[in-house]
């Protein structure tokens, strides 16, 4: 990594080793430790202040938007230039298209774009700049991939893969019930404490992004896998140990992401669905399930956690392309 990235990072906790990985810790201000930093620099310091403290996005949150928008002030310096006025539209749009050419994916180039894109109109907004040459840069950029997600009779088969006999497959049954319930993240998911749900009010309490709260309700069903697991799985599984953690390991730790997506992975196989299934395609199969059955859409926004509905209006696409699929076979289409 650049030294750019460490000295304009450091403010604000993003370390970054000789190898060119980042951690986030507490720091000295970087004009106090890096010596004379220029007007890029100060700009990048405040913009990843404001990330931290205002917006309270998470460490590997802030380590992704240093490198990325290092990256991209290393590459406004190779241009000669030395602060954000003289940066255009058209400059933004030859970066973006030298990302391309290095073969970057278009989420790659999307998360760049995004970044820079912050970068520009937090300093508009704060004085530090008196344009935002990135306001219409989107309407450059090519459309976002939709995302993947399964049918109901796919959701249906996965869910009743799990051997609810036994306490680990009444554990996989709950969380995947839970999951395509409430439409966690993975993070999310696995991070649920013992009392963030209620079989009972049929509600699961989730810290999502940056430290914020939301409440999901979850179906009959779901509540009937929790109950199950909490009476009986539970139990088995933890023995005489103690933890505060909701899902568990047979040996009564907690259960992780990577340990959840291999198990996802082969129930998946095992119901015999083809396409790829990550904890995110349940995700999606939960917003996109929602929408095609009248959901409001901000609700679903509510219950995703999205900060932006325009986040949340990608499942929207998904159902038009859906609909213009049946129409497509009217014999007047």
Known sequence: MTELLKSSADAHGVE????????????????????????????????????????????????????DLSEYLRWLREQKLRDLGGVTELMILRHLSALHERGLS????????????????????????ETDPSESVGAHRGARPLPNFLGVGEVDRLL???????A????????????????????????????????????????????????????ERAREALTHYLQVARPQLIGQKQSRDLFVTPRGGKMTRQGFWKLL??????????QRVTPHTLRHSFATHLLEGGA???????????ADIATTQIY???DRRRLETILAKHPRA
């Open 16 to 67: 970054v080793s000789p190898a060119g990985s980042s951690s986030v810790r507490a720091g000295e201000p970087a004009s106090e430790r890096a010596g004379a930093i220029d007007a890029l620099d100060r700009a990048l310091d405040s913009y990843l202040g404001h990330l931290r403290v205002e917006r309270g996005l998470l460490p590997a949150t802030l380590e992704s938007y240093a490198r």
């Open 296 to 306: 409001d859409l901000r609700a679903v926004q509510a219950m995703l956690g999205h």
């Open 106 to 129: 278009q989420a790659s180039q999307a998360r760049h774009l995004a970044a820079l894109r912050g970068l520009h109109r937090f300093c508009n907004a704060e004085g530090l700049s």
């Open 160 to 166: 009743a893969q799990p051997d609810v006999k036994t």
């Open 265 to 274: 992975a082969r129930l998946a196989r095992e119901a015999g669905i083809s």
């Open 168 to 219: 680990a497959g009444a554990r996989d049954k709950a969380m995947l019930e839970i999951l395509y319930a409430s439409g966690l993240r993975v993070s999310e998911l696995v991070a649920l404490p013992l009392g963030a749900v209620d079989p009972r009010v049929g509600v699961v309490r989730v810290r999502g992004k940056g430290g914020k709260e939301r409440i999901v309700p979850v179906g």
């Open 316 to 318: 929207t696409h998904v």
